[in-house]
């Protein structure tokens, strides 16, 4: 079996991304702690970022304790095959569906953003809010028709929207780096 070949020389900023089409993220708990080690013993992760969602919001579940069981297995499975990586959980942005003739979100998305919150508290790891960020309940619809930063589909960012919410999310983060490096300099004193 070949899991991956990296030609990358080391310098700068490397990215690595490991995506399934219509997955909801959980079968990362079942990929061998040794192989994850291996890639790890080369590649020296500094960060790993968990996005997932859409798929898992694909029909009415309305209770997610399932994924957010799930998940916490994921991250936990990870600290331990990467235990120098930080990990970011992204939460899933807004989706909405055609409710006779108006796009709405989709009611099951804020109880699964929670889930998420949730498992990122319970394993102690950072949380960015795509939900949140979009503006919540019904915001899909102004990023597909007025911001023109979404796709027509009501449930996938364009370039343009992609683009916008990494340079706010890398804001975010660069914010509380700053804020911790300066939290670390006081306790030092």
Same mark, same amino acid.
């Not at 235990?83 to 942005?93: F, R, T, Y």
């Not at 950072?126 to 503006?135: P, S």
């Given at each position: ?67 957010? *069981? $799930?998940?916490? =297995? /994921?991250? #936990? ?82 370039? *343009? $929207?992609?683009? =916008? /919410?990494? #340079? ?22």
């Amino acid at each position: 079996d070949l899991y991956g070949v990296s030609f990358d020389n080391n310098k700068g900023v490397i990215l690595d991304n490991y995506a399934f089409r219509g997955t909801s993220g959980l079968n990362l708990q079942t990929m061998p702690c040794s192989i994850l080690q291996s890639f790890n013993e080369y590649l020296n992760y500094k960060l790993i970022v968990l996005h997932y969602g859409p798929n898992v919001a694909a029909n009415t579940t309305q209770n997610f304790d399932f994924y957010e *069981k $799930g998940m916490v =297995k /994921v991250i #936990r499975h990870l600290q331990k095959c990467f235990p120098q990586a930080s990990i970011l959980v992204i939460g899933m942005g807004d989706k909405s569906y055609n409710n006779r003739g108006v796009y709405e979100t989709q009611t099951n998305i804020p109880l699964l953003v929670q889930a998420q919150k949730n498992a990122a508290k319970k394993c102690n790891v950072a949380f960015w809010n795509l939900y949140e960020y979009m503006g919540g309940y019904n915001s899909m619809g102004v990023w597909v028709d007025s911001l023109k930063l979404a796709n027509k589909d009501y449930t996938h960012l364009n370039y *343009k $929207g992609t683009d =916008k /919410v990494a #340079r706010a999310m890398y804001s975010d983060i660069m914010f509380e780096f700053d804020e911790h490096k300066k939290n670390s300099k006081t306790v030092k004193k």
